[in-house]
C-alpha cells in the first residue's frame, strides 16, 4: 500500500516553485490563482524573496501549501492508498485528495498562519528539540516544571520538539542537558506552536473553518491529534482545529500507517525532512 505524506514548516527553499511554473501549464494557473485569491503576488515571494521573507509565518506556510498540492495535482500516478501531512501538511494532504478546494485550503493556511503570526508578536514562545532521550523523560520533565512547556512534536524515536515560553523553555533544556541529552537544538521559529499557548488561536479558527465546506475523503487521512485513520468530514474539521493547541504525533501515525498496511512512504513537497524521519522510524520499528 502507497502513503503519501506531506511536510510542513521548515521544508521552505528560496526560488521555490519557480521550475513548476515554468515547466507546466496547471501548475502556472494554479500560482496565478492563489495570487487572485490572496490578493497579493505570494509567487513574487516564492520565486524572487529573500529567506528571511520567506521564514515568516505568514508566507512559508502558504509557500509550502501552495508548492505541495501543486505537486500533487500535476503527479500522473497521484492515487494513495493514505495519507498524512506534518503539521501544516494536513491541509496540503487534504487539499491534494480533494475534501476540500485549492482556493478554500488556500483562505484557510492564509488565516491560520496570520492568526499563529499574530499571537507570536503577542506572547514570548519558543520551540527547541531534544535528541537522545526517551519521550517519557521529556513528558516528565516538562510537567513538573512550573511554566507552560510541553512536547509538541513526536518526530521519531529519541526526537521530541518541546514548546513553550521562552522562560520555562530555556529552564527545561537546561535540565534535560544535565540528565543526558545528546544534543538540543532551539527551532528558528518566534511561537510556541502545538501548545497551550495557541489556545485564542484555536478558538479564532474555530470559527474560520466552520464556513468552509470539507467532503468525507476517499482516502484515510492519518491526522496529528490522533495519529488514527479519519475518512469522515466533521472529524477531519474537529482534528484540524485541535491541532492548534496539541502535539504532533507524527512518529505515531506512521507506525500506525506501517501497521494497517502502508509499504511506500512518498514525501511530496519542497524538501525531504520526512524522509529522514520515516527511515529512522522504520529502523526502529523492525
Known sequence: MK???FP???SQFLGMGKNLYK?????KKLFQLSDEVLGFRITSVMFEGSINTLKNTKYTQLAIYIYSVIKAKILDNFEPDMVAGHSLGEFSALAAISVFSFEDGLKLVNQRASIMQNICETTHGG???VFGLKDSIIEEVCKKDHGIIVPSNYNCPEQLVISGEISALKRVCFFLKKIGAKRIFTLPVHGAFHSPIMEPARKKFKKIIKKISFKDSKYPIYQNVTALPVIKSYDIKRNLVEQLTYPVKWKQSIKN???DGAVS???IGPGNILQGLIKKITKNSS
Do not use: D, I, P, R
Request: aromatic share 10%.
Open 3 to 5: 502513503a503519501y505524506l
Open 8 to 10: 510542513g514548516q521548515g
Open 23 to 27: 515547466n507546466s501549464h496547471l501548475a
Open 127 to 129: 520551540m527547541a528539540v
Open 257 to 259: 500507517m506501517m501497521k
Open 265 to 267: 512512504f512518498t514525501e
